[in-house]
């Protein structure tokens, strides 16, 4: 597999690279050094310090709980044990209010490790985007399902089933694009509406719950493990289930990524 071999330094220009050549992005959740050395040596790509360290690390049932010390913390712990992939940090809830207050707080993620901040939302955020990458600090949108925004949309439930609901999230797509951000996030939402806007962005586009047309995936890494004690989600897979002939957390990480990359996952 020549894709964990001398693997490069992953660089936002190693991504858009990837979507050229119709290479898949591979991507996992980790919130602390000990994953992330495992991660480095797995063939990803991107790790995602996911606020969803809330649920997984935290026992809370939103990741709404999570603060900004916790992301600093978390992604100081990764970076310590990152050598070559690009580090993804979510921004909590309320941290991003307007743009001025984006900054001061992706500046802190920034300073702690992170090579990109992740924003939750759409349109709204355009001017947030537009604020931060101009003062270099690289934007990945997340669209769908937006988990801090659980008690607005009634649920953990997919999103964008309705034509309009459709429309918006191609319109906020296209404008978060033109605004600058690097990379974009679909979670929980139909597969041909993220193959209809993966086609049209030239940013990488990563999916979760969003079908295989996506440029990339990302997962929880406790639900890859099995060992998340709440509900995974419909959309993950436990490769450290029986069946898979895993028995070593290295080897469940590498199927995942090898079955990302020749497009076996997601089924
Ligand atoms: O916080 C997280 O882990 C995420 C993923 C669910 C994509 O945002």
Known sequence: MTYLANQAKITINTLNSYKKEKQKIAVLTCYDASFAKILNLSGVEIILIGDSLGNVVQGHATTIPVTM???????????????KCLLLTDMPFA??????????????????????????????????????????IPVCSHLGLTPQSVHILGGFKKQAITIDSALQ????????????????????IPHDLSAIVTNQLNIPTI???AGKECDGQVLVLNDILGIFTGKAPSFSKNYLAEGNNNSTIEGAIKQYVEEVKNGKFPE
């Open 69 to 83: 010390s916790d992301m600093i913390y978390h992604t100081a712990c990764v970076n310590r044990g990152n050598t």
């Open 95 to 136: 941290s991003y209010n307007n743009p001025e207050t984006a900054y001061v707080n992706a500046s802190k993620l920034m300073q702690a490790g992170a090579h990109m901040v992740k924003l939750e939302g759409g349109e709204w955020l355009a001017d947030t985007v537009n604020y931060l990458t101009i003062r270099g």
């Open 169 to 188: 999230l191609e319109k906020d797509a296209l404008l978060l694009e033109q605004a600058g951000v690097c990379l974009m996030l679909f979670e929980a």
């Open 207 to 209: 999916g979760i719950g």
